[in-house]
């Protein structure tokens, strides 16, 4: 990989996911121009995304050589500053929030039109379509379902259940209860509510408490966060510190507060890391080095981490990793390897072994975002997205030979999250990029996969992650993009689902879940509001 293309993707790691830009007005050359690479910009600069779209930049000086909305900020110590935005939904401020090149595009435009429903659609159904007019929510499971009526598992519930993040209240369905309020009372369909007194939050249950903490705030740190809990529920985060381009981790004390180190000072290191404990509670992290286009894996010591590069495929890999740990403590690690364009299983013990995966040719733009767990036996399970097909993929070692299954076409999957049920089975919460709504799929022991939607109101689920109780039950971190907040989603044992919010401030990028003993979530996450990295815990 050349320099310049090293350099980009630096840039890129800034980023979080986010749709292809329009082309810019600036000639298709200058900052916020869409750009395929580093070729097709003035400055020789393309900002690639994490879904591996681009935006051009620019070197800069001072804030004034930047367009309205970005900024000039140095890039992991190895080049001068170049002009930096991270996008965010547009709105009209004489900003470029999403990062186009374009300020406060479609400010006079009339508000879209309803969608238009299917003619085989029920009256339910056409009801929610109607009352939607940003897109088509025409949704079905099967001839005997209603819209939203049935459960995780692909029974149809009652047909005169309540929908998707709907409550039985009095004689109808109501959503409740609303941000900030618990439910009480019920008058006819509608909720009565009484607020929750801080230090409560609204929860499933009532008015619950959320505690948040501040790791760590020192520069512009808590992209690619990725949190785990040791045996005795203490949590332990690797991130990403952008202005030094290393690799940092925090661990809990066990008095209170948090212990911070950096694990790798390369200056292009620590993007897309995933970390994992092993049984004796020690961290592994998988992570990329732009300046070697390689994975490197740190263990920790008694005296700090030990790193090494791992040498298992050849080329630029280490794109989007994903960590476990195997029953016997050998790391496993999924990853994309860029310039195959196809998706990457790295495997450790006496020596580093790798094998690439579902796909082939340079085209097949194969295993972005994985996300990988492994079930009782050790054996991987890879969920990643097929960019030429546009499709959610499920990749699986089942002793003799890996099997690939498309797991959702609709809807363009991107990012997605992994985790294996008590059935041994695969359970994933996904981003459907078309429709900006957040999914779970279920993969049922005939083989066959069910879908549910879990949240479909404004942008969501570009930002989630998935892990399951000991009943199976998913819980969901999610980034609610239009509220810019970071929400949970619960599942109850019949697969009914609530949304509740766990806190607001433009939060919930990278956010990474866990569950202790007790099943109660903790998350880290990044705040954009503060360039820092939180964590919020469930009381």
């Given at each position: 990989m050349s320099t310049t293309r090293h350099l980009a993707l630096v840039a890129l790691l800034a980023m979080a996911a986010c749709a292809a830009p329009p082309p810019s007005p600036m000639g298709g050359a200058g900052p916020g121009a869409a750009c395929a690479g580093p070729e097709t910009c003035e400055d020789g600069l393309c900002l690639l995304g994490s879904d591996g779209a681009g935006r051009c930049t620019a070197p800069c000086e001072g804030p004034d050589a930047c367009p309205a909305g970005w900024r000039c900020g140095p890039f992991g110590g190895i080049m001068g500053s170049i002009c930096l935005c991270d996008p965010r939904r547009e709105e009209c401020n004489e900003r470029d929030d999403?990062?186009?090149?374009?300020?406060?595009?479609?400010?006079?435009?009339?508000?879209?039109?309803?969608?238009?429903?299917?003619?085989?659609?029920t009256e339910r159904e056409r009801e929610r379509c109607e009352d939607d007019g940003e897109r088509e929510r025409a949704r079905r499971c099967g001839a005997d379902c209603q819209w939203g009526a049935w459960t995780a598992f692909g029974a149809c519930r009652d047909p005169d259940a309540c929908g998707v993040g709907e409550r039985g209240c009095g004689d109808g369905c109501a959503r409740c209860p609303e941000a900030g309020v618990r439910e009480t009372t019920c008058?006819?369909?509608?909720?009565?509510?009484?607020?929750?007194?801080?230090?409560?939050?609204?929860?499933?249950?009532?008015?619950?408490?959320?505690?948040?903490?501040?790791?760590?705030?020192?520069?512009h740190v808590g992209r690619f966060a990725s949190l785990a809990l040791d045996a005795g529920g203490r949590a332990a985060v690797s991130y990403y510190d952008l202005e030094r381009g290393a690799l940092r981790f925090a661990r809990e004390r066990e008095g209170g507060g948090w212990e911070r180190t950096t694990v790798d000072s390369d200056g292009t290191a620590g993007a897309f890391g995933s970390l994992a404990l092993d049984a004796a509670g020690r961290a592994w992290i998988s992570y990329y080095v732009v300046r070697d286009g390689a994975l490197r894996v740190a263990r920790e010591t008694a005296t700090g981490f030990s790193i090494e590069t791992v040498d298992g495929i050849d080329g630029d890999a280490g794109w989007f990793t994903s960590m476990a740990i195997n029953p016997r403590g050998e790391p496993r690690v999924a990853h994309h390897d860029f310039d195959a364009g196809?998706?990457?299983?790295?495997?450790?013990?006496?020596?580093?072994?790798?094998?690439?995966?579902?796909?082939?040719?340079?085209?097949?733009?194969?295993?972005?975002?994985?996300?990988?767990?492994?079930?009782?036996?050790?054996?991987?399970?890879?969920?990643?997205?097929?960019?030429t097909?546009?499709?959610?993929?499920?990749?699986?070692?089942?002793?003799?030979?890996?099997?690939?299954?498309?797991?959702?076409?609709?809807?363009?999957?991107?990012i997605s999250s992994v985790a294996i049920g008590p059935d041994g089975q695969p359970r994933v919460a996904y981003h459907a990029s078309a429709t900006a709504d957040l999914r779970l799929a279920s993969r049922r022991p005939d083989g066959t996969w069910q879908h549910v939607d879990v949240a479909t109101e404004g942008e969501v689920g570009r930002h989630l992650s998935l892990a399951l109780d000991a009943d199976g039950r998913a819980r969901i971190a999610y980034r609610d993009d239009t509220r810019r907040a970071l929400w949970l989603a619960r599942e109850s044992l019949l697969g009914a689902i609530t949304l509740e919010q766990v806190e607001d401030g433009d939060v919930g990028e990278f956010c990474s879940l866990a569950l202790d003993a007790s099943g109660r979530a903790t998350i880290a996450y990044h705040d954009a509001t503060n360039t820092s990295l939180r964590v919020a815990r469930e009381r």
């Amino acid at each position: 990989m050349s320099t310049t293309r090293h350099l980009a993707l630096v840039a890129l790691l800034a980023m979080a996911a986010c749709a292809a830009p329009p082309p810019s007005p600036m000639g298709g050359a200058g900052p916020g121009a869409a750009c395929a690479g580093p070729e097709t910009c003035e400055d020789g600069l393309c900002l690639l995304g994490s879904d591996g779209a681009g935006r051009c930049t620019a070197p800069c000086e001072g804030p004034d050589a930047c367009p309205a909305g970005w900024r000039c900020g140095p890039f992991g110590g190895i080049m001068g500053s170049i002009c930096l935005c991270d996008p965010r939904r547009e709105e009209c401020n004489e900003r470029d929030d999403d990062c186009d090149g374009i300020i406060d595009e479609d400010c006079d435009a009339e508000p879209p039109p309803p969608c238009a429903c299917d003619p085989g659609t029920t009256e339910r159904e056409r009801e929610r379509c109607e009352d939607d007019g940003e897109r088509e929510r025409a949704r079905r499971c099967g001839a005997d379902c209603q819209w939203g009526a049935w459960t995780a598992f692909g029974a149809c519930r009652d047909p005169d259940a309540c929908g998707v993040g709907e409550r039985g209240c009095g004689d109808g369905c109501a959503r409740c209860p609303e941000a900030g309020v618990r439910e009480t009372t019920c008058d006819g369909s509608r909720c009565v509510a009484e607020r929750c007194e801080a230090p409560l939050r609204p929860c499933a249950t009532g008015c619950c408490q959320w505690t948040t903490a501040l790791v760590d705030e020192t520069g512009h740190v808590g992209r690619f966060a990725s949190l785990a809990l040791d045996a005795g529920g203490r949590a332990a985060v690797s991130y990403y510190d952008l202005e030094r381009g290393a690799l940092r981790f925090a661990r809990e004390r066990e008095g209170g507060g948090w212990e911070r180190t950096t694990v790798d000072s390369d200056g292009t290191a620590g993007a897309f890391g995933s970390l994992a404990l092993d049984a004796a509670g020690r961290a592994w992290i998988s992570y990329y080095v732009v300046r070697d286009g390689a994975l490197r894996v740190a263990r920790e010591t008694a005296t700090g981490f030990s790193i090494e590069t791992v040498d298992g495929i050849d080329g630029d890999a280490g794109w989007f990793t994903s960590m476990a740990i195997n029953p016997r403590g050998e790391p496993r690690v999924a990853h994309h390897d860029f310039d195959a364009g196809r998706l990457a299983y790295t495997s450790g013990g006496a020596r580093w072994s790798g094998v690439r995966l579902d796909g082939g040719a340079p085209a097949n733009r194969v295993g972005r975002h994985a996300s990988l767990a492994l079930d009782g036996a050790g054996r991987p399970h890879i969920t990643h997205q097929d960019a030429t097909a546009e499709v959610l993929r499920w990749t699986h070692f089942e002793g003799s030979g890996w099997t690939h299954e498309v797991i959702d076409a609709r809807g363009t999957p991107t990012i997605s999250s992994v985790a294996i049920g008590p059935d041994g089975q695969p359970r994933v919460a996904y981003h459907a990029s078309a429709t900006a709504d957040l999914r779970l799929a279920s993969r049922r022991p005939d083989g066959t996969w069910q879908h549910v939607d879990v949240a479909t109101e404004g942008e969501v689920g570009r930002h989630l992650s998935l892990a399951l109780d000991a009943d199976g039950r998913a819980r969901i971190a999610y980034r609610d993009d239009t509220r810019r907040a970071l929400w949970l989603a619960r599942e109850s044992l019949l697969g009914a689902i609530t949304l509740e919010q766990v806190e607001d401030g433009d939060v919930g990028e990278f956010c990474s879940l866990a569950l202790d003993a007790s099943g109660r979530a903790t998350i880290a996450y990044h705040d954009a509001t503060n360039t820092s990295l939180r964590v919020a815990r469930e009381r």
